[in-house]
Every structure is written in C-alpha cells, then in structure tokens.
C-alpha cells in the first residue's frame, strides 16, 4: 500500500523557519522524483519544489519560494524534507508530498497545514 505521510506544519510568525518532512512507503522511493506542492486558500495547487532520484539529484524551484525553502531527500530512509526559511503570510496553505515517476504513476500525502502569522 502507497503511503506519503507529511508532517512539521504549524504556526509562525512572519520571518520564522519550518521544516517539513514526508514518510514513503510502498513503492520503490529512489525511482520516484519528489516534490512538494503548496495549496493557499481558495486557489490552485502549485508545485513549489522538486527534487529528482537521487539524494544529490537536480533540484528547483518556483519563483517564489527560490532562495528561502530548501528540498532534499535521503533515500536510505525514504524522506523527503523541505526546510522552509523566512517564511512569509503569502506562505500560509496546506503543503502536500508528490511522487513522481516521468511516465509513470504519481502518488499524493494528504497534506500539512503552514500558517504564518503574527
């Protein structure tokens, strides 16, 4: 059974930092490219990060997360993390782990919930 598990969302304020991560299980992790998606209220799904097979694989990032957040994996553990540094209010939505296999399936974590605020 596919399992992708975030966690490490919460509350913070403006400026501050968050780490999420994401737990796979159930397919072959290292084959997969993994990305992270952000959700805000009421808008669109939209890829944030993404990292591809391997630990040091090519990583990038959209526009408005590039030079604060942070994706990388360890795939002797079948994670995926996303160091998030100054965090701004725009930031704020779910946070969803994506498996990606070009051609091939595509897996989904139910989400983790980012709030910033003072």
């Known amino acids: 059974q596919v399992q992708l598990v975030e966690s490490g969302g919460g509350l913070v304020q403006p400026g501050g930092s968050l780490r999420l991560s994401c737990a796979a299980s159930g397919f072959t992790f290292n084959r997969y490219w993994m990305r992270w998606y952000h959700q805000a209220p009421g808008k669109e799904r939209e890829v944030v990060a993404f990292?591809?097979?391997?630990?040091?694989?090519?990583?990038n990032y959209s526009d408005s997360v590039f030079g604060r957040f942070t994706i990388s994996r360890d795939n002797a553990r079948n994670t995926v993390s996303l160091q998030m540094n100054n965090l701004k209010p725009t930031d704020t939505g779910l946070y969803f782990c994506?498996?990606?296999?070009?051609?091939?399936?595509?897996?989904w974590g139910q989400g983790t919930q980012v709030t910033v605020s003072s």
């Open positions: 990292i591809t097979e391997s630990d040091d694989g090519f990583t």
């Open positions: 994506n498996a990606f296999a070009p051609g091939g399936n595509a897996y």
